[in-house]
């Protein structure tokens, strides 16, 4: 695995961009905007990043990176992400992303809905609970003291297997919170969100989240 194409590169795929960039990945990166506006973000990251539309950043993938508003997950490109495995960074802010009944209702997630966009994928949530300034800022050595736990959620086991080594790579412990529909247990005002955890402490405040209609 050589390639991470992001679908989506504003805070949080910039910031994955330039962990990948470190350990030795190459980055395909696009927005809703087009290349041309990538282009300060590209010589920033240097001679392993190239900016792209999304539909050339799925197909150069070996790794996807979906970091785009809710509104956006149409239009994320489905056929070259076919058999690939898939990052979902996302969480639902109403205010930004509108009323979105699954979502209000609960009978579904946030990753859930993607993956029903992209069926032949393997999408894996996880660096949804994390502010994007603390991805490079909270990054310890494996091993380290302390170290900062990032929850994934999925439904395939080599996917999330794929994820949780770019996520220890990337200088953090994985907690496995279990199928796609548990990637709730991280989202936004849960015990879990945007908070530092060691693997242990995250493993009890994604236990003790609640459904927003038990809150």
Do not use: C
């Not at 997950?73 to 992303?97: C, F, M, S």
Request: aromatic letters at 6%.
């Amino acid at each position: 695995m050589t390639t991470i194409g992001f679908i989506g590169s504003g805070h949080i795929g910039g910031q994955l961009a330039r962990v990948a960039i470190a350990q030795g990945y190459d980055v395909v990166l696009s927005n809703s905007r087009g290349p041309e506006t990538l282009t300060a973000l590209v010589e920033e990251l240097g001679p392993r990043a190239r900016a792209a539309t999304a539909e050339e950043a799925a197909e150069a993938a070996d790794l996807a990176v979906v970091s785009t508003p809710l509104a956006a997950i149409p239009t994320v490109p489905v056929e070259p992400l076919a058999g690939k495995v898939v990052i979902d960074t996302n969480n639902y802010y109403p205010q930004r992303d509108g009323q979105i009944a699954a979502l209000d209702d609960e009978s579904t997630t946030v990753s859930e809905l993607l993956q029903q966009h992209l069926p032949s994928s393997k999408v894996v949530k996880a660096f949804n609970h994390i502010m994007w300034s603390d991805i490079l800022d909270h990054a310890k050595p494996q091993g380290s003291d302390g170290r900062r736990a990032l929850a994934i959620a999925g439904d395939d086991a080599e996917a999330k297997a794929t994820v949780a080594e770019f996520i220890d790579r990337a200088g953090f412990d994985v907690v496995d919170l279990g199928p796609l529909s548990e990637g709730w247990r991280t989202q936004r005002d849960t015990p879990a969100y945007v908070a530092s955890f060691d693997a242990e402490e995250l493993k009890q405040k994604a236990a003790e989240a609640k459904r927003y209609r038990d809150m």
